[in-house]
């Protein structure tokens, strides 16, 4: 089955705690994205990477970091440097500049 | 970089009638231009996409106007069913530069809703 999967699909973090939140594809897409989701702002880009070992800052950077150490795998690592990190986050990848994006279902990530 | 702006944030229209959602962007390095249809609690999904070559494109009820040198660009719905009921996502994404290429930039959405 082939597809773009998140996980976990909820996650809880304590204040201070850094979380990593896993995407995992297998469409041999170049391309990987994080966006997060909050009501009323649409999808805000964290990061992107066109390729393995490489990867660019989007608008909201801060308080993230990520990795591509393999095509199928963008892990986003959500920092305790992240002031309201309570949020929705999407994850996609598509196979390279001008063509469809897929995305995960998604991580629910909630600060308690 | 690459700005998306995208109205309304808000559209109700009754069955039977069309909608007209239109995004504006920045960058005239941009080159295709997609638009995404997100249902409650569902990821967001490709309904049908634009690239700068062409000035219109149609699917079935749905179709997208490009104006290049206006730089906007608007998906419209004819014949809105409840079905048409969700938030909507315009995108660009942006060729090759020197610092920012391949990003894909979204727009705000528009929750849009189809009353019977």
């Known amino acids: 089955d082939g597809g773009i999967t998140q996980s976990p699909k909820y996650l809880f973090r304590k204040e201070g705690q850094n979380v990593t939140l896993s995407c995992e594809q297998n469409?041999?897409?170049?391309?990987m994205y994080w966006y997060r989701q909050d009501p009323g702002q649409g999808l805000r880009l964290i990061y992107y990477?066109?390729?393995?070992?490489?990867?660019q800052k989007g608008d909201i950077a801060e308080g993230y970091s990520v990795s591509r150490e393999k095509k199928e795998s963008f892990p986003l690592t959500v920092t305790s440097a992240q002031k309201n990190p309570t949020a929705f986050y999407l994850c996609?990848?598509?196979?390279?500049?001008?063509?469809?994006?897929?995305f995960g279902q998604g991580t629910r990530l909630t600060v308690v | 970089g690459e700005n998306v702006e995208q109205h309304p944030s808000t559209l109700s229209v009754q069955e039977g009638d069309s909608a007209v959602i239109k995004c504006t962007y920045s960058?005239?390095?941009?080159?295709?231009f997609p638009w995404y249809k997100q249902e409650l609690g569902k990821r967001p999904q490709l309904i049908i996409d634009i690239r700068s070559n062409v000035g219109e494109k149609k699917d079935q009820r749905i179709a997208v106007t490009l104006n290049k040198t206006a730089k906007h660009f608007s998906l419209h719905i004819t014949e809105t069913q409840p079905e048409d009921s969700a938030v909507y996502f315009c995108a660009a994404s942006l060729l090759m530069t020197t610092d920012s290429w391949g990003k894909l930039q979204f727009g705000a959405g528009t929750q849009v809703v189809v009353t019977p």
């Open positions: 996609a990848s598509s196979i390279g500049t001008g063509s469809e994006a897929f």
């Open positions: 469409l041999n897409h170049d391309a």
């Open positions: 960058d005239s390095a941009s080159n295709y």
């Open positions: 990477s066109q390729i393995v070992n490489d990867f």
